[in-house]
């Protein structure tokens, strides 16, 4: 057997090209017809969005790096098995079935991407950056990790370990960044209100608090 | 697919659209298309991966085009219309034809669940074939469907860096064809393999790949 183009491809398209250009009106369009035949209810909808927009975000996953901070066998679990981990903790979820924790340090920096699409922890770090969909960051992240790092901040140097993670499978990647100097005073609690997004993709380093 | 969509690598994009604190929708219809998405979850729609198909085989200029959600708002009407859930001519019009009975089984507000997850593991009976440090090389492959072994990494060579179970193959599960759960590894490629000597010595690129695009190295 081999494989045919998909059919119907340019025809679809020069169906689809005579819908209204502007997204809010096909969008609008869109759902009053799918209501119409009852193939979504509308308050579905709204507690989707209500949902995903307010309850999950990167405070899900700095409830994790904290507690790797401060627990060494917590932390050999993660970075071991982080999927179980991270579901003992009730954190799996949408686009985040299954995870894989890579820890940043001195000699060795991780940072993720999805170059195919934009896939996500969402349940681990909400809603995804538009800078971490856009083209820019997909193209470039794989072949110049060291410049795109650089020009979000994070200089490395030459004998730092660079590892780009492309999010190919539905396996999803948490980077725990290293933890700042001068926070060993800090209950996990106030660790946790440390981490950032861009820490835990791996575009971003954590500075010290002010003190 | 040889598609615009696969842009590991690509020049031209310029610098990173870096902005503080955008993880957020930034219109209104932005929000709807998601909830749209997620809560429009009845039987015979679209798989996770006939959906990435469906915004794979959007026209080039098109995908290069739109911003995130209207491409999902692509991908939501095409899969729509191939499922026969919709006609082109209700899409355009915004209402459902003459005589269109409307279904009573959608999904209700209960199903909005961040933490509600389904993995794609599967049990296999298969043994893995390759081991962990083992020596691998990807397929040179060009299929006109739906694969995950990005362009930038076809006819590698690297080493089998975790194995992750039996997966959902989404080659075979965007076209119908099952799930055809396949070993799954993480291969790790030198970037200098990938990228020629222009990369860092001390770099490397990892990827999960599917057996079945591995052979030995």
């Keep these: 057997m081999t494989d045919r183009e998909p059919p119907g491809e340019a025809d679809r398209f020069s169906e689809l090209a005579h819908l209204p250009s502007d997204p809010a009106l096909r969008v609008k369009a869109m759902e009053s017809l799918l209501v119409e035949k009852g193939l979504v209810r509308p308050e579905t909808i709204d507690a989707c969005i209500e949902k995903f927009e307010h309850d999950i975000g990167p405070h899900n996953g700095a409830r994790v790096v904290a507690r790797a901070w401060v627990d060494a066998d917590f932390k050999a679990r993660l970075l071991g098995d982080a999927t179980a981990v991270v579901g003992e903790m009730g954190l799996l979820g949408e686009q985040t079935a299954e995870v894989v924790a890579l820890e940043n340090g001195p000699r060795v920096h991780n940072v993720v991407v999805c170059t195919l699409c934009s896939c996500y922890p969402w349940a681990l770090l909400g809603l995804p950056p538009s800078w971490y969909k856009s083209f820019a960051y997909r193209a470039r992240v794989v072949r110049e990790p060291r410049a795109v790092l650089r020009e979000l901040g994070v200089d490395l140097a030459e004998d730092v370990e660079v590892r780009v993670w492309d999010s190919t499978a539905e396996v999803r990647f948490l980077v725990v960044p290293e933890r700042p100097a001068g926070t060993e005073e800090l209950n996990e609690a106030a660790l946790a209100a440390l981490v950032t997004r861009d820490s835990m993709i791996g575009v971003a380093r954590l500075a010290a608090p002010p003190a | ?217």
């Design chain 2, 1 to 217: 697919m040889n598609g615009v969509h696969d842009m590991g690598g690509m020049h031209g994009f310029g610098r990173i659209p870096y902005q503080e604190n955008d993880a957020a929708f930034h219109h209104h219809w932005e929000r709807r298309v998601w909830g749209l998405c997620q809560g429009a979850t009845y039987p015979g729609w679209a798989n996770l991966d006939q959906g990435r198909f469906a915004l794979e085989r959007m026209p080039p200029a098109l995908y290069l085009s739109y911003g995130y959600f209207e491409r999902w708002l692509y991908g939501l009407t095409l899969t729509l219309l191939e499922g026969a859930l919709v006609t082109l001519d209700e899409v355009e019009r915004g209402e459902a034809r003459a005589g269109s009975e409307p279904r009573d089984d959608a999904a209700g507000p209960e199903i909005a669940d961040p933490y509600a997850h389904s993995s794609y593991r599967r049990e296999v009976e298969a043994r893995p074939r390759f081991a962990v440090g083992e020596r691998v090389r990807t397929a040179n492959l060009h299929p006109p469907g739906h694969t995950r072994l990005p362009r930038y990494a076809r006819d590698k060579a690297g080493h089998v860096h975790r194995h992750h179970g039996a997966q959902v193959l989404p080659d075979a599960n965007a076209h119908g064809r099952g799930e055809s759960p396949t070993h799954l590894y993480t291969v790790a490629f030198p970037a200098r393999a990938l990228w020629g000597p222009g990369a860092s010595g001390k770099d490397r690129v990892f990827l999960n790949v599917w057996e079945c695009h591995l052979h030995p190295g």
